[in-house]
């Protein structure tokens, strides 16, 4: 809870991909498509937003690519030269990029494409795997995925993005593992009518948990608990304190402090039989999807042949 509803599908491609599968030319087309779709997508869905707001960009420039964005044919199988130009010019304008965390578009990999605008435009390109990792999902991706793991599989089975909270414990009835991610920056993130700063997502995550743990009724399990978003955690520390949202939090808005006090926060919600293990995930990190897995492999799974992701 409390973090966009593509981090499990993204973890677990990339995990999938960590154990061997690959992709054909013809999924390329399709991610290549799909890439330069939502990016087009996207930047129109911010312009939209910026003319519905009232706001204006003040170079004539700018004025006349973001026309051309907005007229542009939808047919995006290559992009024209001219079309790649007038994006990137756009995205390199400070309005737009505010404009950008203004309209809340939910599709956190965004800047990641934005970014690479001069690469992903070529008449030549072809997808990278962290390019297909980055492709946001939607509220139809698969809810199971499976990963062969030599002559057995792993099932992991994605249940929060799928299911009422009321439904949710049937599948923690009897796991052998859960992975439960959580947005570490999400603890200003005020829920309700935003009156108490203590009702906030981060909170709900930690509620969300200790809910887990009472459906598991004394059965033995392993639990890796993900950390995501730490980076924008560090930002937001920098100006507002942990401590007005957590107000038993009483040491220094160092991140190292700041993440211990959480996950001590977290492993308090745990009991007698369930075996927490704590990490950093960045989904931009391949090495640091890799350590997930090794912990997953070493700490976890051994020889445990499923989980699921909470």
């Known amino acids: 809870m409390g973090l966009p509803r593509d981090v499990s599908h993204s973890l677990a491609r990339q995990l999938q991909h960590l154990n061997g599968n690959r992709y054909s030319q013809q999924e390329l087309q399709h991610y290549r498509r799909e890439i330069l779709d939502r990016t087009l997508l996207d930047v129109r869905h911010i312009l939209q937003h910026m003319e519905d707001s009232g706001v204006q960009l003040e170079d004539c420039e700018d004025k006349r690519n973001a026309l051309f964005v907005l007229e542009h044919s939808d ?55 962290t390019d297909i990792l980055s492709i946001p999902t939607t509220c139809t991706t698969r809810n199971q995925y499976v990963i062969p793991i030599g002559p057995s599989d792993l099932y992991l089975i994605d249940t929060y993005s799928f299911l009422p909270r009321a439904r949710r414990k049937q599948l923690f009835e009897s796991p052998d593992a859960i992975l439960f991610l959580v947005d570490i920056s999400s603890y200003n993130r005020l829920l309700g009518d935003g009156t108490y700063t203590t009702d906030n997502a981060l909170a709900a995550s930690m509620c969300d948990l200790e809910s887990v743990v009472r459906s598991l009724r004394g059965h033995q399990v392993a639990m890796l608990l993900l950390f995501h978003n730490v980076a924008s955690f560090k930002e937001k520390l920098a100006s507002d304190p942990l401590a007005r949202y957590l107000p038993d939090y009483s ?37 640091s999807v890799r350590r997930v897995w090794d912990t997953l492999n070493e700490s976890v799974l051994r020889p445990l042949p499923a989980i699921a992701a909470g």
Not at 99 to 121: G, V
Not at 262 to 281: T, Y
Request: include cysteine; hydrophobic fraction near 45%; proline fraction near 4%.
């Open 251 to 287: 040491g220094e808005d160092s991140v190292e402090k700041a993440v211990e006090y959480v996950a001590q926060r977290f492993r308090q919600l745990s009991r007698a039989g369930v075996a927490v293990h704590v990490q950093v995930l960045d989904l931009q990190d391949v090495a």
């Open 75 to 129: 047919s995006t199988n290559e992009w024209a030269p001219e079309l790649a130009i007038a994006i990137n010019k756009l995205w390199a304008n400070a309005i737009v990029r505010k404009a950008m965390t203004d309209c809340s578009l939910h599709l956190h990999s965004t800047p990641y494409f934005f970014e690479n605008l001069p690469r992903i435009a070529a008449s030549n390109y072809a997808p990278t795997t």
